[in-house]
């Protein structure tokens, strides 16, 4: 209780002391952008599924099999695991640096 | 019955009985039965993600629907991984700082207010109820068409093995079933996708060729055809990226691990593992079109399968693999289900033991033994439950039913959540009475929505039009959370 009270208009986690509160608030835009943008590569794709599936289901080559929404879905989930991988390493570096 | 098939699944099923009797005696403590003592590193506790995540609702759902309408399945695979990045990117350093075992202690970390356990209590026991009548339904699947027994006696045997389970192993069992199983599912998706394509040429081009062939939609299949407007689109995007963050058992995972960075790393092994798998999965799930259709041993119409499309990765491991494959394939699915469902149940169990009967029935005055003696027995209750109600969701696709389980999350316990990470002006007046309309609305809307009023009730029509709720129930939820702590009294952060 009394190390909270000491802590007033601050979200747990954060320390009010002027440089890491600046850091803090750094990590936390990166996170931020890190987020809309793996979300709206998805709100992207789930609204052309809606409004015109046939978009996606182009075939890549003439004559092929293999669709823009198969590769594009790959694509995508591997954004998102180079992104996670990415911000991860960085944000550990960056607790351990402070 | 078939003799090769059933020796594989009791193998497996004995090596994790082993796990939970070696993980038994090591788990005596109140911390240790529910957060395996913050003890794993993040790379296991990334597998254990991985293991909860990919349960039998993924691996035979999502190959369903891509069995039943091809590309969707693949729509469904990335809107589960979407659910990570709110998870890597922002909550896992928050949460870490908060609580202790569960999503109510954060809460209450914050927000200083006994009913809010009341709140975040059945919360987590409705969400989860729907989590685990899903997982429930794929198992007694599975139970019935290995063994021939009948859906009720299949359920029962799941029933009493799951419930042995908790009791006896808590958290650290688990874990490590978990752990094990996640590389057992990995190893058997790329067995199968070995298969498939070994059967094709290693060409994929003449994989999805001959799947276009042999559906009965024929091109129609490289569509997405399971959202017909926009707003359905979008409240199923929105259902999967902030659904599984407001799942009470996840939460509970990161409290598994020893500090934040750890943290931080098991989402983002998580997120690796998930989404490779689910690229694996496309190999899969075209691989069931162009194998199974046609095959009057495992289809009995066109793009309908024997006992349910739940059932296709079971039927391309026997096309691929004969018996034995079958075997693995049952055993590993059984193993997911069975530890799935434990880690549901025990994040049932602390809801009611830790927070209702210790938290606000005894204010902490509760022993430990107490407190495990009402976790152990909710847990027994819990599965009475959920196998009853499963015998009514048996022919849901058990993909939509988490999906829907992930609305009512979105709806209630996430914004309660986030906002309590995230906004420093939330009041426990406000995450009471916005958590509880999100979830209200959401429940409404599930109820009248075609998946229980036209499926279950059997009205021609839903009421409310889309499959999930959360395009109205999520913003509802954090509008009135926002406005009720904005109307209270000017408080700052700890009311």
């Known amino acids: ?98 | 019955m078939n003799f090769a098939a059933i020796s594989m699944f009791l193998v497996v099923v004995a090596i994790s009985l082993g796990i939970t009797h070696w993980a038994s005696k090591r788990s005596q403590s109140r911390a240790q039965f529910y957060t395996a003592d913050g003890s794993l590193s993040g790379f296991k506790n990334g597998a254990a993600f991985t293991g909860e995540f990919l349960s039998a609702a993924t691996f035979l759902g999502i190959t369903g629907i891509y069995f039943t309408s091809g590309y969707d399945g693949l729509i469904y695979s990335i809107g589960a991984a979407m659910g990570w990045p709110v998870l890597v990117f922002l909550l896992a350093t928050r949460l870490r700082t908060m609580g202790k075992y569960t999503l109510t202690d954060v809460l209450t970390y914050r927000l200083k207010d006994p009913s809010l356990r009341i709140f975040s209590a059945s919360a987590t026991v409705i969400i989860l109820l729907l989590y685990m009548v899903a997982q429930l339904v794929g198992a007694g699947l599975l139970i019935e068409f290995l063994f021939g027994l009948d859906f009720v006696w299949s359920l029962t045997l799941i029933g009493i093995l799951m419930i042995i389970y908790v009791v006896f192993g808590g958290m650290v069992a688990t874990t490590w079933v978990q752990i094990v199983k996640a590389g057992f599912l990995w190893a058997l998706g790329l067995v199968l996708a070995i298969g498939v394509l070994a059967t094709f040429d290693f060409s994929l081009e003449k994989l999805l060729t001959a799947a276009i062939d042999k559906h009965p939609n024929g091109l129609k299949i490289m569509e997405s055809s399971g959202f017909t407007s926009v707003g359905a689109a979008i409240s199923a995007a929105l259902t999967q990226a902030v659904g599984i963050a407001g799942l009470p058992h996840f939460i509970m995972r990161f409290f598994t691990v020893p500090n934040v960075r750890e943290a931080r790393r098991s989402a983002a092994y998580a997120t690796a593992m998930i989404g490779g798998f689910y690229i694996v999965m496309i190999i899969i799930g075209f691989g069931t079109i162009a194998i199974l259709n046609g095959n009057p041993e495992y289809a009995v119409g066109p793009a309908l399968l024997r006992n349910g499309n739940n059932m296709a990765p079971l039927y391309l491991a026997h096309a691929l693999g004969g018996d034995i494959l079958l075997g693995i394939c049952a055993a590993t699915v059984f193993a997911t289900i069975l530890a799935v469902v434990s880690a549901l149940t025990l994040a049932v169990a602390a809801a009611i033991s830790h927070d209702l009967y210790g938290m606000v029935i005894r204010k902490g005055e509760q022993t430990e033994a107490e407190e495990l003696k009402v976790s152990r027995f909710t847990a027994l209750a819990f599965g009475l439950v959920t196998i009853v109600l499963s015998l009514t969701f048996k022919n849901e696709n058990i993909t939509f039913l988490v999906v829907t389980s992930l609305s009512l999350a979105a709806s209630s316990t996430f914004p309660v959540l986030f906002l309590a990470c995230f906004w420093p002006r939330l009041t426990a007046k406000g995450a009471l009475i916005g958590g509880t309309t999100g979830l209200l609305c959401a429940v409404a809307g599930v109820i009248l929505g075609p998946t229980v009023w036209v499926a279950i009730f059997g009205f021609d029509t839903p009421i409310f039009p889309y499959q999930y709720p959360t395009i109205v129930s999520f913003p509802l939820a954090m509008v009135v959370t926002m406005s009720v702590s904005m109307l209270g009294p000017k408080t700052g952060v700890h009311t």
């Open chain 1, 1 to 98: 209780m009394s190390e909270e009270s000491q802590q007033p208009n601050t979200l747990p986690g954060e320390t009010p002391a002027g440089k890491t509160a600046a850091r803090i608030k750094g990590h936390l835009t990166v996170a931020w952008i890190a987020t809309a943008f793996t979300l709206a590569t998805y709100l992207l794709l789930m609204i052309s599924v809606a409004v015109k599936p046939s978009f996606l289901a182009q075939t890549i080559a003439p004559g092929g099999a293999l669709t823009l929404g198969i590769v594009g879905g790959v694509l995508i989930i591997l954004l998102l695991i180079g992104v996670a991988t990415a911000f991860t390493i960085w944000n550990n570096k960056m607790d351990s640096d402070a």
